[in-house]
């Protein structure tokens, strides 16, 4: 659309002269997120769940859980599924129909984040080796669209996992069946947490909001876990970024994480 | 419906049912209006156990444009259940039955909405259900006929609405989801109040003419009470504090 583009064009101008003042649109600190709220238990017919809201950008996060036939080539672990769909009350942009590249790189990105960190112990979930295993779904509902949709996914799935209940079951006849009223916690071994960064000209902002997001020159999304190591990169954007911006972006993400880590935590006990 | 076996009491000895209502009484319903960013307009409607949240966009640009019409401005609605929202995960795709919701509900908004002065332009409503827990389909007609007002689009009433039904040989207001399992009859309605007129009807199950007539009637009073937590939630936003849009 031409006209939205000599719109960004203009937006983009406004928001590099702020930069060059160290100032950012919405007045934040260049290593500054918006502020998070997390609310765990919002839907209690499911398992596991979470709304987090990261300022104007809103996620409901849900966690379904159910016994499932594993993959052949690994019989002896959980099932962990995570996707993400953007809703169309999220944003008048927003189409239904089948997703687009940028909402599956949003549910892959999600999910890997939460897979490579090795957040719940999958070979805790077996059932019966090669024939029954636990099945985790955790599916996002993006609801309100203002900017950095993989850090709010990343919240959301985080804290949904975090609080979830996993049914217990018993084998009967080689069947797995609920057993009723009993639930245990889910082997969780750590908390990951993304962070996305933006690159516009030279500078390096955190949590873009939907202005910046929109003019942004180059993206990376680092998820670290709460040893403070890196366990997923996603890199995105038409430009690129220098060894020095990759060191600090790196730095970054782990101080950042770990403020963001402590309010994903303190939502799992204070809630619910 | 088949009246289908359970262990559920649905209507015990002095008349109390399941989640403790009596026969004639709706379960608790509370709406906000306004509560997305970039929506025009939205609400979020509890009802019961139901979760619901309407978003709005419009009038705007019809794409694809041959779905535009020069005389008037068109409804388009979609009734969408999150894969969380029900005990089984739910395939994320729309199934036959969210697109038969969808058409009735746009067909019930309709009545209500005054589209002609918006040709070629379209109204989008998108209703997702985040929990499910029966009569999803009056909840989100209710939730979405406060998001049209709170969008501004000109209306002739609020649609409000509400099921009746019947269940332990009962006739029943506002079924809920054992209800409608174990029960006998789901029959909702969505209505205009001050129109008087209905706008939604649908019916599973097996009624008597003058069961019927019961549940009409007991399912219009179900709407009235309704549409007065439908009025008090459009106040609350825009009457309350000097209003903020």
């Known amino acids: 659309m031409a006209s939205s583009s000599i719109i960004d064009q203009l937006k983009k101008n406004q928001i590099l002269d702020m930069l060059k003042d160290e100032k950012r649109i919405d007045g934040r600190a260049f290593d500054e997120v918006r502020e998070l709220s997390i609310d765990v238990g919002v839907i209690p017919k499911a398992e596991g769940s979470a709304r987090a809201r990261l300022g104007d950008t809103e996620v409901v996060a849900g966690v379904k859980i159910q016994p499932e036939r594993p993959f052949p080539d690994t019989g002896d672990q959980g099932m962990l599924i995570c996707t993400a769909e953007i809703l169309p009350i999220a944003h008048p942009d927003v189409e239904t129909g089948p997703p687009s590249p940028p909402v599956v790189e949003l549910a892959r990105v999600t999910d890997r984040g939460i897979r490579e960190s090795k957040m719940i112990d999958m070979k805790q979930l077996v059932l019966e080796k090669n024939k029954s295993v636990v099945g985790i779904f955790c599916d996002n509902a993006v609801t309100d669209h203002d900017g950095n949709l993989f850090d709010a996914c990343s919240y959301a799935t985080t804290a949904a996992l975090n609080s979830c209940k996993i049914p217990k079951y018993e084998m009967k006849d080689e069947v797995p069946t609920k057993v009723e009223n009993e639930f245990d916690d889910p082997p969780i071994t750590t908390l990951p947490v993304s962070v996305t960064m933006a690159k516009i000209d030279d500078y390096i902002i955190v949590d873009p909001n939907l202005d910046e997001w929109s003019i942004m020159d180059a993206r990376i999304t680092i998820t670290t876990n709460s040893d403070g190591n890196i366990v997923a990169l996603q890199k995105g954007g038409a430009d690129g970024f220098t060894h020095d911006d990759l060191i600090k972006c790196g730095e970054i993400s782990a101080k950042v994480g770990l403020k963001i880590r402590e309010i994903i935590k303190e939502s799992s006990s204070g809630g619910n | ?245």
Not at chain 2, 95 to 112: C, D, H, Q
Not at chain 2, 218 to 223: E, Q, S, T, V
Not at chain 2, 224 to 236: G, N, R
């Open chain 2, 1 to 245: 419906m088949g009246g289908r076996d359970t262990d559920i009491v649905l209507l015990d000895e002095n008349g109390i049912r399941s989640d403790g209502r009596k026969v004639n009484e709706t379960r608790k319903v509370s709406i906000k209006a306004g509560v997305l960013k970039n929506a025009n307009g939205s609400a979020y409607i509890e009802f019961g156990e139901n979760k619901i949240l309407v978003g709005v966009y419009g009038p705007r640009d019809v794409h694809p444009k041959h779905m535009s019409d020069t005389d008037t401005g068109i409804l388009r609605c979609r009734y969408h259940m999150s894969p969380f929202s029900v005990g089984e995960r739910k395939n994320p795709a729309p199934s036959r039955r969210e697109v038969e919701i969808s058409k009735v509900i746009k067909e019930a908004l309709e009545p209500a909405l005054m589209l002609k002065q918006f040709p070629r332009t379209a109204v989008d409503v998108f209703m997702e259900i985040l929990q499910a827990d029966g009569g999803t389909r009056c909840a989100a007609l209710t939730g979405a006929s406060v998001a049209l007002a709170d969008a501004g689009i000109p209306m002739r009433d609020l649609v409000a609405g509400c099921a009746a039904g019947k269940a332990a040989d009962a006739i029943i207001l506002d079924v809920n989801n054992e209800e409608d399992q174990a029960g006998q009859a789901d029959l909702p309605i969505g209505y205009m109040p001050n129109l008087e007129k209905i706008t939604l009807l649908q019916l599973d199950g097996i009624l008597t003419p003058d069961e019927y007539k019961q549940c009409i009637e007991l399912g219009i009073d179900g709407c009235k009470q309704v549409y007065e937590i439908q009025k008090k939630a459009l106040q609350e936003k825009y009457f309350t504090n000097g209003g903020t849009d």
